[in-house]
């Protein structure tokens, strides 16, 4: 079991930066296969980055070329590096946890608000 508490949300202008973690406790990271999601009024909770435990990265196109998702497994910590904000990033955004064997499972945090103004 794995709890995730994400931090590093808040109000930014379009074209700046901002940098999520998510701490885990509870468990390490490096048993999951990590992700973040957003979700935004009205619309459904949608994958923006993930990183497998082996390292490998992948993204939302809506994303690419402006997100970095890292993890460090000593600091038990998973980032999302945003840059070139815009509005339409505006959301929650929710670290995931996903545990592959025995099956598949997920844990969540609370969520972090990302505010991009114009």
């Known amino acids: 079991q794995v709890q995730l508490a994400e931090s590093g949300g808040g109000f930014v202008q379009a074209g700046g930066s901002l940098r999520l973690s998510c701490a885990a406790s509870g468990s390490t990271v490096s048993f999951y296969d990590m992700g973040w999601y957003r979700q935004a009024p009205g619309k459904q909770r949608e994958l923006v980055a993930e990183?497998?435990?082996?390292?490998?990265?992948s993204y939302a196109d809506s994303v690419k070329g402006r997100f970095t998702i890292s993890r460090d497994n000593a600091k038990n910590t998973v980032y999302l590096q945003m840059n070139n904000l815009k509005p339409e990033d505006t959301a929650v955004y929710y670290c995931?946890?996903?545990?592959?064997?025995?099956?598949?499972?997920?844990?969540w945090g609370q969520g972090t608000q990302v505010t991009v103004s114009s």
């Open positions: 990183i497998t435990r082996g390292g490998t990265t």
């Open positions: 995931n946890a996903r545990a592959t064997w025995p099956r598949t499972r997920d844990y």
